[in-house]
Nanobody, 115 residues
Framework: QVQLVESGGGLVQAGGSLTLSCEAS????????IGWYRQAPEQQRELVAS???????KYADSVSGRFTISKDDAYNSVYLQMNSLKPEDTAVYYC?????????WGQGTQVTVSY
């Protein structure tokens, strides 16, 4: 089982950018799909971006055109480039397989977007 550790969050003004990183404890090359999820206070966790074997990507409507997911199998890492950030993007961001494995949730990384 691969363990995932997220990093790169922080405080940014609306319109700014951040890049999140997810480092796996083992190879991610064979994972069919891996994604970034987020959970805002008092809201359910949602999947915002996915990347599949072969490179196909899928985004939630709320982030399409602003966020870009990528991965580097050589470094067992997945990234989320976030541009044009909005206050409503404020949340804890997690990476996990798609569909998510209940036993693979990490601590996440907090992203806060101020007005």
């Amino acid at each position: 089982q691969v363990q995932l550790v997220e990093s790169g969050g922080g405080l940014v003004q609306a319109g700014g950018s951040l890049t999140l990183s997810c480092e796996a404890s083992g190879s991610i090359a064979g994972i069919r799909a891996i994604g970034w999820y987020r959970q805002a206070p008092e809201q359910q966790r949602e999947l915002v971006a996915s990347i599949f074997i072969g490179g196909w990507k899928k985004y939630a409507d709320s982030v399409s055109g602003r966020f870009t997911i990528s991965k580097d199998d050589a470094y067992n890492s997945v990234y989320l480039q976030m541009n044009s950030l909005k206050p409503e993007d404020t949340a804890v961001y997690y990476c996990n397989e798609v569909p998510a494995r209940d036993d693979s949730w990490g601590q996440g990384t907090q992203v806060t977007v101020s007005y």
